[in-house]
């Protein structure tokens, strides 16, 4: 028997954050917490949010955060609020900052709020950290937020770029779940049947307002919010991120590991086509609606090589013990090349 812990509670719409005093004391949050958040976010939303709440009567402590989610980072910050003895933590920024943020609660049994500024990730709800260490990513099963907060006037205000790069991480799951079935058949890996369908019909509503979301529009920045935050219940219910991680990721691990080129989202777009047509998938429809949306199709929009593409098809495989279409071997220079001018990411010249 598994406990599953849906602690997940919810304050959207536009202006929301105006009313942090409100929800926070709706929820019990502790009166005494450390905001963590980075040098733009804090002009973006973190002063505004610490300001309401040192009005209210909170005791909040600012800490900025550089550099990304690497494990230096999270150590460090965990070490400082064990030190501080806060009772809470509130994470305001991208999915790198709230990552670091849920793995900080974790490990001190601490009230987490996600306050994100963009969606360029899942990682607003998961209930896992994906830190890098020693050159690689790892993702720690961490805890869910216990309230995320989305303030659509701000998400609709966002730099598209990061609503391009949260629509290619959440379209993920058209090769994801293709490749967590094959993980349980061929690999035995655990499957959860009800979260792949729950996972799948996301994946289709998502298709459907590809044009909101490209819009960036009330009815696309919803759908993009909702379906990140649908991850952390998915992720919770199915105990594993299989449920929206599979060749695509590995890929976009490797390019990440490679080159440190592009946002997350932006990688994993650009695995989706591969591992699409590896599938035999339509791999057409996914590149339209990266393209649609915004988002990088080619090397030359990514910012990377031909050499370090092929690289990382070659490597993606070690980049996780996973069961995937892409083996264990990885591709041959010869076919990786090939697989790359077939789907159009590298374009002849």
Known sequence: MRVIKLSINMAVGLGSLSEIVQIFEEIAFPRSAVLVTGPNTLKIAGNYVADKLVDAGYSIDVKIVEGGAIAENADSLLEYVRKSGFSGIIGVGGGSIIDIVKYVGANLNLKVASIPTTLSSDAIATPFSVLWRGGKSQAIRTMSPNIIIGDYSILMNEPHRYVAAGFGDMIAKYTSLHDWW?????GDEPYLDF???LANGTT?????????????????????????VLDGYLMELANTTRVAA?????????IENLTGKGLHGEQVGIGTIISAYLQSRDWRLVKDLL???GAPTTIDELGITKEEMIKALQVAPQMRNWYTILGTRGLSEVKAERLLRYTGILRSH
């Open 246 to 254: 599979g060749s695509e990721h590995l890929i976009a691990f490797a």
């Open 204 to 228: 289709e509503l998502l298709i459907k307002r590809a044009n909101n979301i490209a819009k960036q529009d009330y009815m696309g920045i919803e759908t993009l919010f909702y379906a990140e």
């Open 195 to 197: 979260a792949a369908q």
């Open 291 to 293: 393209s649609r949306v």
């Open 182 to 186: 094959l993980a349980y058949w061929l």
